[in-house]
């Protein structure tokens, strides 16, 4: 058996891997913003919105992006920051595109969870939160926007653990919040951070740490304030839960952090404890068991996002995937498990944004987008190992809104079967056909309504083809597990529809839910499911 060199083993120790979550306009790409400018790869933090500045964000590469202000795809972005070598996945807020989250959730290692202190959990944190406890993925809290009015820093615990059911530890607490806000009170260094505004944020600031009980401490704070923190920090230890090291990494206890990404304050406190607090790659579950990164020598990697048309002048799809284990070099040539063929890696780039850097190597760990001539799907297992093996598949989520899409031109119809059938490969959209017919009536499937909308604005930029849509009315979609089942003689009831997927996969829509349950009466053995395998 090939042993793993000492060389790639550091080279994975160094890799943390993880996925910023939150609820749309909580700051969570400022917060990226924030990691960046602390790991050199950005000199000034342009404001998202593009108001303070006339930047976009660095992390929002498609033109609906930069228009509406809001993330739609997942970017990879990559820095070195005191040893260690860090992959952030930016995930869309979004509700409407959580299904890119919850594919880019399965990429990652663990997750920065960003709350806006004013408004506490919110719905899209929720659904995505869901993920991460299914994965038991470690959860990090940065309690965002301290530096604006907040909600009683009690109350914000107590929210995060009646709504999400996670354990909270502070690891810092805050003093005031809006014009009050002061800083933070540092609970295991017993000191106070002063907060200070740095033009927007835009620069690194200077944190000036000052011990609680230091007599300077009467001149900087108020003494109502100090008396406050004093009463909130003894209720604190005496109420709240210690810092575990084995909860946090099963997903069970979450450190808070208080501070605020636009001023910058408490951002490079959060991610220095952050770094230390997570661990390295960990083993991935495999058809033969777990592959660990520390002890299989052989390259490994799985697809989890596909992206076409990220370069206008190229035309090109690039699959996104996270390495498991071993070396990446460039050009080299892996075998393709769903493919069932050998196929040679090129062009391998890692992205800031729409601006990418080709790379010579990458290790376990990181992410990489390489050039897809349209081979891959998501879920797809690569490896230059001998013993072949496949990743667990990642689970295609129901889509909860269905419309009838045609082209305009009938003259474009190579250009709408082609523009269609690339954004379904991403992932964004789903596509079915009804059950006898050919690819003139397709049914799109999409997980959030705005979904439509970016399908309609990408077939017309980038592939010069108008649409008409129609709304369907339904709801509920089912897959058919019965591998020998004849849906001719399926007899459901009136508002069932049947379809089938790309992959001619048997599938019924409903439009109420009672429906589902009376189709299975009417066809005994009938087996449905709700996720798409």
């Keep these: 058996m090939p042993q793993i060199s000492n060389e790639i083993k550091n080279e994975i120790k160094k890799r943390r891997t993880f996925a910023i979550i939150s609820h749309p306009d909580a700051g969570k790409t400022t917060l990226t913003e924030k990691f960046l400018l602390y790991g050199g790869a950005i000199n000034t933090a342009g404001s998202v919105k593009g108001k303070a500045t006339s930047k976009h964000a660095v992390s929002d590469w498609m033109e609906i992006e930069k228009e509406r202000g809001i993330s739609v795809t997942s970017s ?11 992959n952030i996945l930016d995930t869309p807020g979004h509700q409407d595109f959580s299904e890119d989250t919850y594919r880019t959730l399965m990429a990652a290692d663990s997750a920065v969870m960003v709350i806006d202190a004013s408004k506490g959990v919110e719905a899209q944190t929720r659904k995505l939160f869901k993920v991460c406890t299914m994965r038991h993925i470690p959860i990090f809290t940065f309690i965002n926007k301290m530096d604006r009015e907040a909600m009683d820093t009690f109350e914000l615990l107590d929210d995060i653990e009646q709504e999400l059911g996670i354990a909270t530890c502070p690891v810092n607490w805050p003093i005031g919040s809006g014009k009050n806000f002061k800083g ?7 000191e106070v951070e002063l907060f200070s505004d740095t033009k927007k944020g835009t620069t690194h600031g200077e944190v000036r740490k000052v011990k609680f009980n230091d007599p300077e401490i009467a001149w900087l704070i108020e003494d109502s304030q100090r008396v406050q923190l004093e009463e909130e920090i003894e209720l604190q230890d005496g109420a709240g839960a210690e810092f575990d090291q084995e909860l946090v990494s099963r997903g069970e206890l979450s450190p808070v952090f208080f501070g605020s990404a636009l001023t910058n304050f408490g951002v490079e406190t959060f991610l220095r404890h952050f ?18 990164p520390m002890e299989e020598p052989d390259f490994s990697a799985f697809v989890f996002k596909i992206q076409a048309n990220m370069n206008k002048a190229h035309r090109d799809r690039i699959a996104f995937m996270r390495i498991c284990s071993g070396e990446f070099e460039a050009g080299m040539e892996v075998y393709h498990m769903q493919g069932g063929r050998k196929v ?21 760990g990181d992410i990489i987008g390489v050039f897809d001539p349209g081979i891959f799907s998501i879920g797809d297992t690569l490896t230059a190992s001998a013993e072949r093996f496949a990743y667990e598949g990642i689970p295609t989520f129901a889509p909860e809104h269905f419309a009838r899409v045609r082209q305009v031109d009938t003259m474009k119809r190579k250009q709408f079967i082609k523009g269609i059938s690339q954004i379904a490969q991403e992932g964004a959209i789903q596509i079915f056909q009804e059950y006898n017919t050919g690819m003139e ?33 339904y709801e509920y979609i089912r897959w058919i597990e019965n591998e020998d089942v004849d849906m001719a003689k399926l007899t459901g ?21 009672w429906s589902i349950r009376m189709t299975q009466e009417r066809n005994e053995g009938l087996i449905l499911s709700e996720f798409g395998r």
């Design 275 to 292: 770094l230390k607090m997570t661990s390295p790659p960990l083993p991935r579950n495999a058809d033969k068991g777990g592959i660990d």
């Design 184 to 190: 933070v009170y540092d609970r295991a260094e017993k």
């Design 493 to 513: 009831t009136s508002d069932m529809k049947k379809v089938k997927d790309l992959r001619d996969r048997p599938l019924l829509l409903f439009v109420n839910e």
């Design 441 to 473: 009536e397709i049914i799109v499937g999409v997980v959030g309504v705005l979904q439509f909308d970016v399908l309609k604005y990408r077939l017309e930029n980038e592939y010069n083809v108008e649409i008409r849509m129609d709304s369907l009315p």
């Design 76 to 86: 990879v972005l990559q820095f070195n920051y005191d040893g260690y070598c860090i």
């Design 344 to 364: 040679r890696l090129s062009q391998p780039q890692q992205m800031m944004a729409s601006e990418r850097k080709i790379i010579d190597k990458a290790y376990g």
